[in-house]
Each structure stands twice: as structure tokens, then as C-alpha cells.
């Protein structure tokens, strides 16, 4: 059964805001959906999300190994864009995570308690 949890947090990530809209987990993966705004006329390094559980006995499972998307943009010159709504990523799990064991989310860095919304 996937379990939405209360979102709106904002996120600064170098020259990447980003305010979260909806976030979606599940025994098996979780979904993060958001507006992204770059703060500067270009981005010149890579930019990539970062995403980890921490589980109610300590433990940390880490996004890095089981990610479907990645949720890159391009190193380079990237021009700066209206905000947007988009998906920005999806994790599958490498094995089942009951969601009453989930403590937060931890998304580029940053710990998100989780408060079910439905």
C-alpha cells in the first residue's frame, strides 16, 4: 500500500532550490515529486538528488545503489528556467521496507520527518 506524507519542505542544494509537493512511499520504493528552481543564470556542475531512509532502529538504507532515476541535470551551461512542477525521483528498493519501520527520508542532505496524510 503506498502512504502519502505531509510535504512543502524547502531544499538548497548549491544553486538548486527545492520546495517538495508530494511525497509517496511505499513497501517497495518511494516517489518524490516537486518544484525545482535554479537560482543562478546557469548551473556548471552536475547536480544530482541524493536520497536515503532512516529506518526506527537506526539503520540508513542508501538511494545510491537502487535508484531508477537518477535525477541528474546536465554538467554544463543550463540557463535559468522558470519553476517548475516535475517527478523528480523514484527509488525501487532492493528488498522490502515496511513503511511503519521508516522513521524520514533524508533528501539531499536533509532529514524529513514523515507525517502520514492519508
Same mark, same amino acid.
Given at each position: ?11 538548497? *542544494?548549491?544553486?538548486? %532550490? +527545492?520546495?517538495?509537493?508530494?511525497? !509517496? ?10 518544484? /525545482? ?6 548551473? *556548471?556542475?552536475?547536480? %544530482? +538528488?541524493?536520497?536515503?531512509?532512516? !529506518? ?10 537502487? /535508484? ?51
Amino acid at each position: 500500500m503506498t502512504i502519502e506524507y505531509a510535504a512543502g519542505q524547502t531544499i538548497q *542544494s548549491g544553486d538548486m %532550490q +527545492t520546495e517538495l509537493t508530494q511525497i !509517496l512511499l511505499s513497501p517497495i520504493g518511494c516517489t518524490i515529486q516537486g518544484q /525545482r528552481s535554479l537560482l543562478t543564470d546557469t548551473l *556548471s556542475e552536475q547536480y %544530482q +538528488t541524493s536520497f536515503q531512509l532512516k !529506518l526506527k532502529n537506526g539503520a540508513i538504507w542508501d538511494g545510491k545503489l537502487s /535508484r531508477s532515476n537518477n535525477g541528474y541535470l546536465e554538467a554544463g551551461t543550463l540557463k535559468q528556467y522558470v519553476d517548475r512542477d516535475c517527478t523528480f525521483n523514484c527509488w525501487l528498493f532492493d528488498r522490502i521496507i515496511p513503511t511503519e519501520d521508516v522513521q524520514s527520508i533524508i533528501y539531499d542532505g536533509v532529514e524529513i520527518s514523515l507525517e502520514r496524510i492519508s
